[in-house]
């Protein structure tokens, strides 16, 4: 204690105070520090509680310090000084300066309690991650290293409860919200039909690490196409001769002929004609809309679509080919935009369309489509403001399969994971509520079509009060935003 000038001038009191307080900040101060150099610097903060005992039994305390000469020895310590290699002091390359014991003392505040770990650590499934992995990997590296480096003497951090994986993914199922009570009411055949009935749109079923992973996929497949990586009907990219008609197709598990070709092949499933089959991660989103009860295991797609939209493609009004079956669903990546539904949508110019219903598809989103909304109302999509990718996954008519097409064995046998039902007995918690069930008592928008009731206020309602979002259909549209409205 002689020998060390910042040490002469504390109180033995004060270097016990000292060394219980940085033996609480030993994990920080060591953070970054070699197992050599942990060891020297623990054990030198260990000898200051010793020193301190020694003090108390031969020394008075005194609290008489120039002033002069403790700003001689802050001065000299931040320089360098002639501490020797142990000092506390010395320890100027770690960014940690000390000054009079009172000055650490009086600058030190509590640290507070480190941010609880986020429940849902390092999870993947298959080639996709869970959101916040790739950000909390360094960090849990870190840690463990800090964790690894202490020596048997010093403090351990208890570790704190995590989720399973299996929590972790239950807690994220009952997390998705499904909206499936669209109502749009148009005369069919002199009946008044629900012709948006059987839609369903969900949310929060891929995070925005997912859609990330997924996104930067579709980019990857674009550029093989392009360089011819891929097979020749795998990969389609039409000239943009005019607006509305530049959108970039990518085929898996079958190709589809949109219109009857210079051949005479009607539109269908080409089936003789041979793409690319499902890429692995495709594959796991297929699982993935199973098990979390997007689509039913009795409907497990085994080919999709690609659509590659630049600003102002689109998708003009149609119905999709019962080479497919129902119900399929379409997702929606990069950007919101709206489809429109109605069994008589009108072209009102390149890239534009009017319809009666249109429904906001934000990102990330799945849109399932079945009963009416499949196969009595026509959909299309008004040329987008920016950049969109969607993907289309359908199941194959068993009949209408290529005769090249083999079955996915990893698609075979999955099973919805087990889901709470509420009170009401539903899956998951719907944004209808019991106004929507007392419509649908009267009459309005049963399956199948047909009831009574006249109310002209319930035609094209979305029900945007129970909606996540709040939509307003009786805004009013300038000859700008003409593009995709809805017809009254």
């Known amino acids: 204690m002689e020998d060390d000038p910042f040490l002469r001038k504390c109180q033995p009191s004060e270097l016990k105070t ?29 000898s200051l509680d010793q020193e301190g005992k020694v003090g108390l039994e031969s020394e008075g305390t005194s609290n008489n310090v120039a002033d002069d000469y403790d700003e001689k020895s802050t001065r000299d310590l931040k320089n360098g000084g002639d501490c020797d290699n142990h000092s506390l002091g010395s320890w100027k390359e770690s960014g940690i300066s000390f000054g009079s014991v009172s000055e650490v003392l009086g600058s030190v505040r509590p640290s507070q309690p480190a941010a609880s770990e986020t429940a849902s650590s390092r999870m993947s499934w298959a080639d996709m ?33 995590k989720l399973s994986r299996d929590q972790r993914e239950n807690l994220r199922l009952m997390n998705v919200k499904r909206k499936k009570d669209f109502i749009c009411l148009e005369r069919v055949k002199g009946k008044l039909v629900n012709v948006v009935d059987g839609l369903e749109l969900h949310t929060g079923v891929f995070s925005a690490v997912e859609q990330k992973r997924i996104v930067d996929q579709v980019y990857q ?100 080919n019962h080479d497919f079956l129902r119900p399929f669903c379409t997702i929606s990546f990069l950007s919101e935009c709206n489809i429109l539904f109605g069994s008589n949508l009108r072209v009102e110019g390149p890239g534009e369309f009017s319809g009666l219903y249109s429904i906001p598809l934000p990102v990330g989103s799945v849109l399932v489509l079945n009963g009416n909304g499949a196969d009595v109302a026509k959909h299309c999509v008004p040329a987008v403001p920016t950049k969109r990718i969607s993907i289309t996954f359908r199941k194959m008519d068993e009949s209408k399969r290529p005769v090249w097409f083999t079955p996915e064995p990893d698609l075979q046998g999955i099973d919805p994971l087990p889901l709470e039902l509420n009170r009401s007995g539903s899956a998951a918690r719907s944004s209808g509520s019991s106004n929507q069930n007392d419509t649908n008592r009267r009459g309005h928008g049963r399956r199948g079509g047909g009831g009574g009731g006249s109310n002209h206020d319930t035609r094209a309602y979305y029900n945007p009060e129970r909606s996540n979002q709040q939509y307003d259909d009786s805004r009013e549209w300038s000859s700008s935003q003409k593009r995709g409205k809805p017809r009254s």
């Open 18 to 46: 000292v060394s219980e307080f940085l033996t609480n900040c030993l994990s920080f101060l060591t953070r970054d520090l070699c197992k050599d150099c942990v060891n020297v610097l623990s054990n030198r903060i260990r």
């Open 129 to 161: 991650s869970q959101e916040d992995e790739f950000e909390e990997e360094d960090e849990e590296q870190q840690r463990e290293s800090s964790r690894k480096a202490f020596d048997a003497g010093s403090m351990k951090t208890p570790e704190k409860p």
């Open 221 to 320: 497949l674009q550029e093989k196409g392009r360089k011819g990586e891929l097979k020749e009907r795998t990969f389609t990219a039409p000239q943009k001769w005019m607006r509305g008609k530049g959108r970039e197709t990518i085929q898996f598990g079958c190709c589809y002929n949109y219109a009857t070709d210079r051949a005479g092949n009607p539109p269908g499933i080409l089936q003789r004609e041979e793409v690319d089959p499902l890429p692995s991660l495709f594959k796991v989103i297929i699982r993935r809309l199973i098990k979390w009860h997007v689509l039913p295991p009795t409907c497990v797609p085994d080919s999709c679509i690609v659509n590659i939209y630049d600003e102002g493609d689109c998708i003009p009004p149609h119905i999709d």
